[in-house]
């Protein structure tokens, strides 16, 4: 490591079975008024009430903000902030996935430092004043975003997924049940906990990597690569669901203190411009943008190739690493992740928008922490690799 390194988290964090109880008591000691931002399935499975009662017990009063419907917007932004001001609340609880968490952490920083939510990226607006108090509690084993300082807002005018970075983005408490996660339906396992491998994948190959985050990134790909699966085929698994809720947590920590890199770049515009779930576009870019690194990272990705399967520990550099991009790609297959043309999107369509995406990519900064940083022309040919990428460990069908 060169140079200074930092770790930024969450001051209070709290996990393990029967930690959202916690979430009342903790409102109380940072506000009188909470808005919860979540969303209708939230509220279909019971979990809101749930979080209702608990800060009904702990006399905070509340009013909701539940209309989140897909990956966070700047609509939703503006609408659960004009909630927030409407009603002056002076804390936020956000309970459930990525999505809502990342529109809870926005609203916190526009309600306390005004403007736009898009005004802040690139540090093209700062920020002054510490954010609204925040309690993050995930539903979901993937994004950590409950202990990040990376909110990740959709453009809706310019379909551009925009990735703002700062420490008043980390929550004032986190709060990590696993119990919260076993409502998850498979796909939604599946997609979110490869977003956590991703996210310790690379924060381990990152450029911004240090032995704190390194720690954290490899004690998370421990823990994911034999709990995913079975978190996947039995929901009620609550060991398998235990050890992907802390992994996610401990992924988060690692990526938003080192970064992520090509994968997360070239993700977003597929999301932003085709409508696919975040971990799933990660999952489907994954072990195809790992083949085309690993020329340049050939002994971290052999670390995490024996760390996935001891059978490799007595082999070379080189063949650990390639064990560790087939037993991802054997992971991907295993749970049913689908390329690009899978998922449905044309061809026509996807080579139209590949100069945009391509821009987009490099423009969000996260490629350029990959070890092997790549060119326009090159983003733009793994892109079309990716279409009909195949997850077996055959030849790939481009």
Sequence with gaps: MKGSAELRMPPAVFYGRGSFAKVGEQAVCLGKKALLISDRVMERNGHVARCRQYLDRAGVSHVSYLDIHSEPTDRYVGEALKRLQEEQCDVIVALGGGSCLDTAKAVAVVAANGGYIGDYTGGKKRIERDPIPLIAVPTTAGTGSEVTSVTVITNTKDDVKMMIKHPAFVPAVAIVDPVLTVSCPPKVTAATGLDALCHAVEAYISRRS??????????????????????????????????????????????????????????????????????????????????????????????????????????????????????????????????????????????????????????SGSPEMNPRIPTHGEIVELYRYCYDYSFSNMECTH
């Excluded at 401990?250 to 932003?272: D, K």
């Excluded at 070379?316 to 087939?326: H, K, L, M, Q, R």
């Design 210 to 363: 240090h032995p704190l985050t390194d720690t954290l990134a490899l004690s998370a790909v421990e823990r994911i690569v034999p709990n995913i699966r079975k978190a996947y085929e039995n929901r009620e698994n609550l060991d398998a669901r235990e050890n992907m809720a802390l992994a996610a947590m401990q992924a988060g920590v690692a990526f938003s203190n080192a970064s992520v890199c090509l994968v997360h770049g070239m993700s977003r515009p597929i999301g932003a411009l085709f409508h696919v779930p975040h971990g799933v576009s990660n999952a489907m870019l994954l072990p195809a943008v790992l083949e085309f690194t690993r020329p340049a990272c050939v002994p971290r990705l052999a670390v995490i190739g024996r760390i996935i399967d001891r059978c490799l520990e007595g082999r070379s550099d080189e063949e650990a690493a390639e064990g560790a991009i087939s037993k991802i790609k054997g992971l991907c297959s295993a749970l049913d992740i689908p390329n690009m043309k899978a998922w449905g999107i044309k061809r026509e369509k996807l080579e139209n928008a590949l100069d945009k995406m391509a821009a987009d990519a490099l423009d």
